[in-house]
């Protein structure tokens, strides 16, 4: 299993309080992203990023920002939290060797917006 | 517009019997790659079988394979032998060749195992 965790896996917060859900890998890959999972919508790209402090809008980005200025760090922010932001938040990792750059998820990360 | 379409409903599958999902995409871009994901009720998202558009044959891994018809720009998953652990989500995804390593979803399709 590649090695990639989230937290928290659970947040409750209130809508208007900032929130930043922390994505953490230990498989040196370069490109990681953040997808949020929605019933009927499958799963969609909020933010992706191709290296350390290189990073780049995904379908869904509005009300998200990220950073990166560690390999194994990808953080996405929500600035001002709203109940539309209410989903379940999945980053991944992938690296470009080989032919298939196939994404790695981790657990996922459950957040409320009330 | 959308680049993955997944329609069919729910679906309910005999154990051992085979089952077969149905993936359709649209790209112009002549270099893709097109992945099945199988996402239990647990919540993980599992990666389960790649087809690379240049690919000569159908990719196959243990009781997956994949149907790949190019013209039709289709690319349907098959489950041979079904099994109660089987029962899922599956989501259909291309990656282009320009999309920066990018990956397109579709909504999935829900199969549920019966015994």
């Known amino acids: 299993d590649a090695g990639i965790t989230q937290s928290p896996r659970h947040k409750v917060t209130e809508t208007g309080t900032p929130v930043t859900l922390r994505c953490h890998q230990t498989?040196?890959?370069?490109?990681m992203y953040w997808y949020r999972q929605d019933p009927g919508h499958g799963l969609r790209l909020i933010h992706y990023?191709?290296?350390?402090?290189?990073?780049d809008k995904g379908e869904v980005s509005d009300g998200y920002s990220v950073s990166r200025s560690k390999t194994e760090d990808f953080l996405l922010t929500l600035e001002s939290a709203t109940s539309s932001q209410t989903s379940v938040y999945f980053c991944a990792i992938s690296e470009p060797t080989g032919v298939k750059y196939e994404q790695y998820f981790g657990p996922g990360t459950r957040l409320t917006v009330t | 517009a959308q680049k993955i379409t997944q329609t069919q409903p729910g679906m309910f599958v005999q154990e051992k019997e085979a089952v077969t999902l149905d993936c359709t995409y649209d790209?112009?871009?002549?270099?893709?790659?097109l992945f099945w994901y199988k996402q239990p009720s647990s919540g993980e998202m599992i990666f389960l079988i790649y087809?690379?558009?240049?690919?000569?044959q159908n990719a196959t891994e243990g009781r997956y394979s994949l149907n790949f018809q190019k013209a039709r720009k289709s690319a349907n998953l098959v489950i041979s032998a079904s099994q109660l652990g089987d029962s899922a989500m599956y989501f259909c995804a291309m990656r282009e060749y320009y999309g920066n390593n990018r990956l397109a979803f579709g909504k999935g399709n829900q199969v549920v195992v019966i015994p």
């Open positions: 087809q690379g558009s240049y690919d000569q």
């Open positions: 990023s191709y290296g350390v402090k290189d990073t």
């Open positions: 498989e040196n890959h370069r490109y």
């Open positions: 790209t112009s871009d002549p270099s893709y790659g």
